[in-house]
């Protein structure tokens, strides 16, 4: 039986990267390629502000080609819809008949994947939808997921949450009203470890810089340390 492919709206955090595993989990649907805006005049992926880099590693982690969006910046509403519909146009071309969202509960957002989608031919797929948050990011943290914090709202979170790990200690420490899997924009992560790669993407923290009213943690590829040779 052919199984249905699919390509992830692919963010480089932990929401996209579960929503990943999740379908992977489910059956029934193959994950083809992941699917990312990547601002051209700086390589880093749109928002999140992660290296192209550390995307290309991702991808390769995952096991799956990275379809990207080239963005102007700054880069209109217009401009975003027309590129990423000339992707999906090609997407559709290849057969891929559906494309997964790791949205939790804005329903705003999610209207508008559905729009933008609608007489395509490729159906959205929300397998997080509606799940608790607080109960969610647990399951994230326990099932093996590793992330980091590239980028603060300071509205919302405090300057010193940029660049810090996404585990137990940090939900712990994020202030009332502040969302556990930051779904209102009070964070951004980049996923470097957990089951839906099949190695974990070495990174090391740089500088964190204050841009456009959020701050930034900047990732860097770390090398991994070989193991010494045992002593004569």
Known sequence: MTR?????????????????????????IEVVGILTTVTAEFSRV???AVREVLLDAQATALGVPCKKVRLPWPCSNEVYE???????????ADGVTHVVFGDLFL???RAYREAKLAGTGISP???????????????????GLRATLTCVDPKKLGRGFAGRSFDRALLGD???????????????????????FEAPIPVVA???????????????????RQPSSPSA
Do not use: Y
């Open 4 to 28: 249905s492919k699919a390509l992830v709206s692919w963010s480089s955090g932990k929401d996209s990267a579960w929503a990943l595993h999740a379908v992977r989990a489910q059956g029934g």
């Open 46 to 48: 749109a928002m999140h």
């Open 82 to 92: 027309r590129e990423m519909s000339e992707v999906l146009q090609s997407a559709k």
């Open 107 to 109: 329903q705003d957002i």
């Open 125 to 143: 797929l929300f397998p997080l939808w509606q799940r608790d948050t607080r109960a969610l990011a647990r399951e994230m943290i326990d099932g």
């Open 174 to 196: 994020l202030p009332g009203g502040v969302d556990p899997c930051g779904e209102n924009g009070e964070f951004h992560t980049f996923a470097s470890a957990g089951p839906m």
């Open 206 to 224: 740089g500088a964190v810089v204050e841009r456009d009213g959020f701050v930034f943690a900047d990732l860097l590829p770390s090398a991994v």
